[in-house]
């Protein structure tokens, strides 16, 4: 050993880190049988789209609006931008529904439940300051509507939409970290405790522990979710 | 030129040139686009849920009789 007194909070971070997260589980080998199915495919499909809107954005920020408004490759990741949120909802909504219709909150999971509960929350907001955040008279339509919606439940000026520099912030700064920090929390938590069995699969293993003889396989196991 | 070309094919297939479809069912309004998304949604799950993955039925099989848990 290096000679680290045991009090170090180094040690202990490690410690504590490696213990929730052992190695072998944060990057295991393969994934259990049942995870082949197309079903599983969009969680790792709405990650990849918040890359492709992470890129997108950060090249649209660093070349500004008359960029993205006046030149054709300005258009160009201007449409990768709007189009890769479609997706990244599009796939995020399809993810939501099939944990919630196999329970995925099971076996511990509630936090994993949670943390991706409230990623959609967050990237709801993300995106609707995105579209008031493009410089135009679309903008100009969302923004005075969503005023009349937020004014109508109190928010008042704290959250301001016709506010670009405000909207502009948080669009590019604030919420994008919220949003990736709660998707690295919940793959982290994900990987913590293993992708969800189907429901199937969690009765077998429960009548196999209390000692009777289990059911069985059912003809479509590993394929179907 | 293409450019052109190009807009004037799409905007016969898709002509944007006009107030949006509105969906409204009772209290329910929804723009049209809206409503397709939506409805290819759930098309997109439950196709996710019928359509066998490729090799899982192999890998299945592979896993029984290798006698893995």
């Known amino acids: 050993m290096s000679g680290a007194p045991e009090s170090s909070w180094t040690v202990k971070v490690r410690e504590k880190a490696v213990e929730a997260l052992p190695p ?4 295991p080998d393969g994934q259990p049988t049942y995870v082949a199915s197309w079903i ?18 950060t090249i649209l920020a660093l070349k500004g609006p008359a960029w993205w408004h006046y030149t054709g490759v300005g258009h160009f990741f201007n449409g990768i931008h709007m189009w890769s949120v ?27 439940w949670v943390t991706g509960a409230i990623t959609f929350l967050v990237a709801v907001p993300t995106a609707l300051t995105g579209y008031v955040s493009q410089q135009n008279f679309d903008a100009q339509w969302i923004s005075t509507q969503a005023k009349d919606g937020l004014n109508s439940v109190g928010v008042g000026a704290f959250f301001n939409v016709t ?4 909207m502009y912030s948080y669009h590019v700064l604030l919420l994008p970290i ?11 938590l994900v990987r913590r405790h293993g992708v969800v069995p189907p429901i199937e699969l969690n009765a077998r293993l429960a009548t196999a522990s209390a000692g009777e003889a289990p059911p069985p396989p059912p003809a479509a196991a590993g394929a179907g979710s | ?60 099989a592979a896993r029984r009789g290798g006698g893995a848990s």
């Open chain 1, 178 to 188: 919220a949003v990736v920090v709660l998707v690295s929390a919940h793959v982290l």
């Open chain 2, 1 to 60: 030129m293409i450019h052109a070309a190009a807009a004037a094919v799409l905007g016969a297939v898709f002509n944007l040139n006009h107030p949006a479809h509105v969906v409204h069912w009772h209290f329910i309004k929804l723009p049209l686009a809206n409503v397709i998304v939506i409805a290819l949604m759930l098309v997109a799950f439950a196709v996710a849920i019928a359509l066998p993955f490729p090799g899982a039925a192999r890998r299945a």
């Open chain 1, 40 to 57: 599983y495919v969009f969680g790792v499909a709405s990650i990849a789209s918040l890359v492709v809107i992470i890129t997108s954005g």
């Open chain 1, 24 to 27: 072998e589980k944060l990057l």
């Open chain 1, 86 to 112: 479609e997706l990244f909802f599009f796939v995020m909504v399809v993810h939501l529904w099939g944990k919630y219709w196999m329970s995925a909150w099971r076996g511990g999971r509630a936090r994993v």
């Open chain 1, 163 to 166: 506010n670009f520099g405000q």
